[in-house]
């Protein structure tokens, strides 16, 4: 059984350009949350995809969007990069089983450098 | 105002010494989550301990412990014998029940413990 997994791994952009990250959640899981991790930090929520849709958002600007496909995967785009957006993007995935809670499962990261 | 606080954020001992993680948190909702991770160099994030706010009993799973206080909002993390292998940044966070329950996390900063041999 796959858990998480996240591509690319490393990732060098220059200041103005756009990226995209991605995300394939564990088998089972529908729902995909995302996390900004600088370097020294601790892991900052940026948004969550369920049923394709936004159901929550961090405080993060808009050039932070993201998608969620019907295979449940999921894609974080951030336009008009700054030096600042330079960490380490953390994806995770759960599910909402019989006790109520969404335990959540992390993959390994992408990591985003901004020169 | 949900927060988390890692008071403590670099520590070192030496090998087979026990080493407490303290851990303080905010939070105005009834029903809330307290959690454990530890992050090694690797940077993916290991789960070791989810605890409810309505379970105050402390637990212990071979060497790792969690005491759990609701009176002055603390959950600390005590590793006995501590191992070079237990190197790694640990982080305490926090997911309210009131949040549309979506499971969403709020991190500390992190606490780098460092366990020399």
């Known amino acids: 059984d796959a858990g998480v997994t996240q591509s690319p791994t490393h990732l060098i952009k220059t200041r103005g350009q756009q990226v995209t990250l991605r995300c394939s959640p564990k088998?089972?899981?529908?729902?995909v949350s995302w996390y900004q991790q600088a370097l020294g930090q601790g892991p900052q929520f940026i948004f969550q995809y369920y049923e394709e849709e936004e159901r929550q958002r961090g405080n993060f600007p808009d050039r932070f969007s993201g998608h969620q496909f019907p295979n449940y995967s999921s894609e974080l785009n951030v336009n008009a990069l700054l030096l600042g957006d330079s960490a380490l993007y953390l994806c995770a995935s759960s599910w909402l089983p019989g006790t109520g809670f969404y335990e959540q499962y992390f993959g390994p990261g992408t990591r985003l450098t901004v020169t | 105002a949900q927060k988390v606080t890692q008071a403590q954020t670099e520590i070192s001992v030496v090998e087979k010494e026990d080493v407490t993680l303290d851990c303080v948190y905010e939070t105005r909702d009834t029903t809330y989550y307290l959690f454990w991770y530890k992050q090694p160099p690797s940077g993916e994030l290991v789960f070791l301990i989810r605890r409810n706010s309505f379970d105050e009993q402390n637990e212990i799973s071979g060497r790792y412990s969690w005491n759990f206080q609701k009176s002055t909002s603390s959950f600390n993390f005590t590793i006995t014998a501590s191992q070079v292998v237990d190197s790694a940044v640990y982080f305490c966070a926090l997911s309210e029940y009131g949040s549309g329950n979506t499971g969403k996390l709020i991190f500390g900063q992190g606490t780098t413990l460092q366990v020399k041999p």
């Open positions: 088998s089972g899981h529908d729902t």
